[in-house]
């Protein structure tokens, strides 16, 4: 019987998983959220994606924001911008951190790299003057 409702009303449906990294903020307000429902954070979570995507589909659908829009009349969707915008400031200082921690790996493979080149040429000279009389001819 479950199967015949499922085929009735969900001929294509399947589950899937979706993950997203989160600041831990965020997720503390999901859970803030749900439990002022009385709901799991992941059904929460699961209408805000739905929502969201309706109010980005309509918002698609007038086109960019007129000059006359004041943004200040949709605290929403301020909100929503600045936790996106706060997530990527995030994740961008996270990248130029390990940007630096390479380069600084790098500068310390250049620095030994040059000590042992100066080190070879230094002992390279040696074994020529040995190699040579005090005439500069061959022995």
Not at 5 to 24: G, H, K, M, Y
Not at 59 to 64: E, Q, S, T
């Amino acid at each position: 019987m479950l199967e015949d409702f499922e085929r009735t009303f969900f001929p294509d449906a399947r589950i899937v998983t979706l993950s997203i990294p989160l600041l831990s903020e965020t997720l503390e307000e999901l859970h803030v959220l749900a439990a002022s429902y009385g709901r799991s954070p992941e059904e929460i979570a699961r209408v805000a994606l739905i929502e969201g995507m309706r109010l980005l589909g309509e918002r698609a659908n007038r086109g960019p924001l007129e000059a006359s829009e004041d943004p200040q009349r949709d605290p929403l969707r301020l909100q929503a911008e600045l936790a996106v915008m706060r997530y990527r400031a995030f994740t961008l200082l996270k990248t130029v951190q390990a940007l630096e921690l390479r380069l600084s790996g790098l500068e310390a493979e250049l620095r030994t790299l040059r000590d042992a080149n100066a080190d070879l040429r230094a002992r390279l000279r040696a074994c020529e003057e040995e190699r040579t009389d005090p005439g500069g001819r061959p022995r």
